[in-house]
């Protein structure tokens, strides 16, 4: 079992930046990629980004491409997501959660474990 953490929402202006923070604990060892997901109220959780363990490979939602950046920090089992010159539209429920597997990224599916989530704001 793996569980996720997450954490880092708040309320921010449009423009501004927020850093989302993940730590997985439990068998890590077994997590082979990790990925951000956003929900809004009555809409389907979209992808956002990912970031496999192994080359750090990296992928994101055509989005957020040039505002957000996923990284990680192996000693610490934690995922970021660096997310600048926020939109008021990017503001969601925001989760991490972790595939053991390769798989279709944007995929829900792809992914056995979830964090709680964390809200984001972004006013105009």
């Known amino acids: 079992q793996v569980q996720l953490v997450g954490s880092g929402g708040g309320l921010v202006q449009t423009g501004g930046s927020l850093r989302l923070s993940c730590a997985a604990s439990?068998?890590?060892?077994?997590?082979?990629?990790m990925a951000w997901f956003r929900q809004t109220p009555g809409k389907e959780r979209e992808f956002v980004a990912v970031?496999?363990?192994?080359?750090?490979?990296?992928g994101y939602a055509d989005s957020v491409k040039g505002r957000f950046t996923v990284s990680r920090d192996n000693a610490k089992n934690t995922v970021y997501l660096q997310m600048n010159s926020l939109k008021p539209e990017d503001t969601a429920v925001y989760y991490c959660?972790?595939?053991?597997?390769?798989?279709?990224?944007?995929?829900?599916?792809?992914?056995?474990?979830w964090g709680q989530g964390t809200q984001v704001t972004v006013s105009s």
């Open positions: 970031i496999t363990y192994s080359l750090s490979s990296t």
């Open positions: 439990g068998r890590t060892s077994n997590i082979y990629a």
């Open positions: 959660a972790a595939a053991t597997v390769p798989g279709g990224w944007g995929n829900l599916s792809s992914y056995t474990y």
